[in-house]
T-cell receptor, first 111, second 116 residues
Framework: EDQVTQSPEALRLQEGESSSLNCSYT??????LFWYRQDPGKGPEFLFT???AGEEKEKERLKATLTKKESFLHITAPKPEDSATYLC????????????FGQGTTLQVKP | GAVVSQHPSWVICKSGTSVKIECRSL??????MFWYRQFPKQSLMLMAT?????????EQGVEKDKFLINHASLTLSTLTVTSAHPEDSSFYIC????????????FGPGTRLLVL
């Protein structure tokens, strides 16, 4: 069964304290891995799509990387406005374009 | 680009009434749209996949007759919750893909439904 697991569930950082969020997956043929940011009471906001191991993408203080078993979302020198829930999702070769989501990591950045 | 809107953002209704939620792709044509449901502190749960001009495909356990989905055009999909009950209260979110070969889904802002 295809599965996506995110860790930690919650993360508290001081402003400027860099860290990484993990998304590990067990799937039958990865077609794509996606990172989203979700603020309370809002829909997910697209961040990155990664397709193959070794791929990296960056956007401001965020950098996403992908290996054959997991993805990391690195947050460099975070600011309070980076506080949100970060969702990881995958599409596999067997699930016809449906996103399989992890449970998310809730990040709180304190000033 | 790739903006998806939903209307209404909030709806409160009485038990037994029907509620329609609209999902629109504002700057692209979406051949496929998806409807999700999210409970507090939980991740998104896919309810159904909607393809323009054809019947929606529902996930296991989702009642087709309760959650009616219509994808009448390339920019509009609607979800109607029929005979709503308090247990249908939830956060409903739609998403859309920009093209058949594009895997990335862009999400709407969500609709909060409260059934009294």
């Amino acid at each position: 069964e295809d599965q996506v697991t995110q860790s930690p569930e919650a993360l508290r950082l001081q402003e400027g304290e860099s860290s990484s969020l993990n998304c590990s997956y067990t799937v039958s043929g990865l077609r794509g891995l996606f990172w989203y940011r979700q603020d309370p009471g809002k829909g997910p906001e697209f961040l990155f799509t990664l397709y193959s191991a070794g791929e990296e993408k960056e956007k401001e203080r965020l950098k996403a990387t992908l290996t054959k078993k997991e993805s990391f979302l690195h947050i460099t020198a975070p600011k309070p406005e980076d506080s949100a829930t970060y969702l990881c999702a995958v599409i596999t070769s067997s699930n016809t374009g449906k996103l399989i989501f992890g449970q998310g990591t809730t990040l709180q950045v304190k000033p | 680009g790739a903006v998806v809107s939903q209307h209404p953002s909030w709806v409160i209704c009485k038990s037994g009434t029907s509620v329609k939620i609209e999902c629109r792709s504002l700057d692209f044509q979406a051949t496929t749209m998806f409807w999700y449901r999210q409970f507090p502190k939980q991740s998104l749960m896919l309810m159904a996949t909607s393809n323009e001009g054809s019947k929606a495909t529902y996930e296991q356990g989702v009642e087709k007759d309760k959650f009616l989905i219509n994808h009448a055009s390339l920019t509009l999909s609607t979800l109607t919750v029929t005979s709503a009950h308090p247990e249908d209260s939830s956060f409903y979110i739609c998403s859309a893909r920009t093209g058949a070969s594009q895997e990335t889904q862009y999400f709407g802002p969500g609709t909060r439904l409260l059934v009294l």
